[in-house]
């Protein structure tokens, strides 16, 4: 059992991030959709499920019941996967050394946005799974420059109360099109 596969059986959030919500509504054309470390709760898959759109889970865990296992850094797990009008990161790819957004790029349909929530380097929780330093995006100008490849890109920020881990997150919300 990976450290993911023990986290996973812990209760998961109930609700999709409000942001991303929002995101969905001012883009009514997109349909399909891939949620990147989709994890156990499902509240992003369930949230487009309900309002008939077509989201992909995709998770390296088999406790997370993805619709495809796989790693986001293994080049054949992009290869098993089609193109999407949306690829939604939220709280995965900060985990993920290197993250693969040349891949994530290719795999976006023509007009297609990357949606990233990830934590600011000063959010209250520290990334122990790993027993290791943790990867957190430091600035937005990093953010930048590791999205170059897309053709667009808008960095906002969101705050809000985490009660599982107990306190304030701030996270950046990037939207990057293709
Ligand atoms: C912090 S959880 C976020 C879950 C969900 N996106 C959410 O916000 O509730 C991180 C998820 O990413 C998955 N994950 C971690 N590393 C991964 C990798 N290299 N490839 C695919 N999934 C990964 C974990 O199994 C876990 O489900």
Redesign the pocket.
């Given at each position: 059992m990976n450290i993911?596969d023990e986290?996973?059986l812990k209760p998961?959030?109930e609700y999709p991030c409000l942001e991303f919500v929002r995101f969905v509504k001012r883009h009514p054309r997109f349909k399909t959709f891939l949620?990147?470390?989709?994890?156990?709760?499902g509240?992003?898959l369930d949230f487009l499920l309900d309002h008939d759109l077509e989201p992909t889970g995709?998770?390296?865990?088999p406790a997370?019941w993805p619709d495809v296992l796989?790693?986001?850094?293994d080049p054949d797990t992009w290869d098993r996967l089609g193109t999407f009008d949306c690829i939604l990161d939220?709280?995965?790819l900060c985990?993920?050394e290197r993250p693969p957004f040349d891949k994530i790029h290719d795999a976006l349909n023509p007009g297609g946005i990357f949606f990233m929530v990830a934590p600011t380097e000063d959010t209250c929780i520290r990334d122990e799974l790993r027993s290791r330093s943790f990867v957190r995006f430091t600035s937005e100008v990093e953010i930048r420059e590791m999205l170059e490849m897309f053709s667009m890109i808008r960095v906002g920020y969101s705050e809000y109360t985490d009660h599982r881990h107990g306190g304030q997150v701030k996270s950046y919300v990037v939207e990057a099109t293709k």
């Open positions: 993911w986290e996973l998961q959030a949620d990147i470390g989709c994890g156990s709760g509240a992003h995709l998770d390296s865990s997370a796989g790693d986001v850094q939220h709280n995965t985990h993920v």
